[in-house]
């Protein structure tokens, strides 16, 4: 066990959609990142917070949207879902936010199934 | 960016072999992780080791900072080892402190 919550574990929803997948970071941790894994792209980073604020972005789509909130946990929000949004969605947590983050922390991920 | 190659990409063993896996990477980096991605899916941290050698039971690993590289040894391997193995790093380079991944070393082990 990571420490890292996150859910809902899995999610079937139709396109069109909207969904917001949580995540919990370790206790003590105050950077989160979202990462998206899909069959053909990897494992892809897109987005980062940290204490709150938003601190790097990567390839997150516009329809994609996230923050994190004074307890710390955060949410990804994913609205007018394609079927090429169908994807495991990472959540992973570290202690810093500089050069010198420390070691991630993965949560065990939300399988997103768009139909 | 940073390009972080893994080798082989696939590989088949049986169980008692030993296996070394390669991480590659274009740049210098302040963070290296090694990861096991699970048939369910779940990332589980194996190594934090941006350089130096460290060891945790059948597993340990050694990254070369200077020559960017980072090697995975797997000894006596059972089929629970089976899964891809995942080489992160964070480059120091650009100010952004997330990891990048690279494309797995998927390891298949047959008893």
């Known amino acids: 066990d990571s420490g890292v919550t996150q859910t809902p574990k899995h999610l079937i929803t139709a396109t069109g959609q909207r969904v917001t997948l949580r995540c919990s970071p370790r206790s003590g941790d105050l950077s989160v990142y979202w990462y998206q894994q899909s069959l053909d792209q990897g494992l892809q980073f897109l987005i980062q917070?940290?204490?709150?604020?938003?601190?790097a972005k990567g390839n997150i789509l516009e329809r994609f949207s996230a923050q994190q909130f004074p307890d710390l946990h955060s949410e990804l929000n994913l609205s007018s879902l394609e079927l090429g949004d169908s994807a495991l969605y990472f959540c992973?947590?570290?202690?810093?936010?500089?050069?010198?983050?420390?070691?991630?922390?993965f949560g065990e991920g939300s399988r997103l199934t768009v139909l | 960016g940073i390009q972080v190659e893994q080798s082989p990409p696939d590989l088949i063993l049986q169980e008692g072999a030993n296996s070394t896996l390669r991480c590659n990477f274009s740049d210098s980096v302040n963070n290296l992780q090694w990861f096991h991605q699970n048939p369910w899916g779940q990332l589980i941290n194996l190594f934090y080791i941006p350089s130096g050698t460290k060891q945790n039971g059948r597993l340990s690993a050694t990254t070369v900072a200077t020559e960017r590289y980072s090697l995975l040894y797997i000894s006596s391997s059972q089929t629970t080892d089976s899964g891809v193995y995942f080489c992160?790093?964070?480059?120091?380079?650009?100010?952004?402190?997330?990891?990048?991944f690279g494309k797995g070393t998927k390891l298949t082990v047959n008893p």
């Open positions: 992973a947590s570290s202690v810093g936010g500089g050069l010198y983050t420390g070691e991630l922390f």
């Open positions: 917070y940290y204490n709150g604020e938003e601190r």
């Open positions: 992160a790093v964070q480059p120091t380079q650009g100010g952004s402190e997330k990891l990048v």
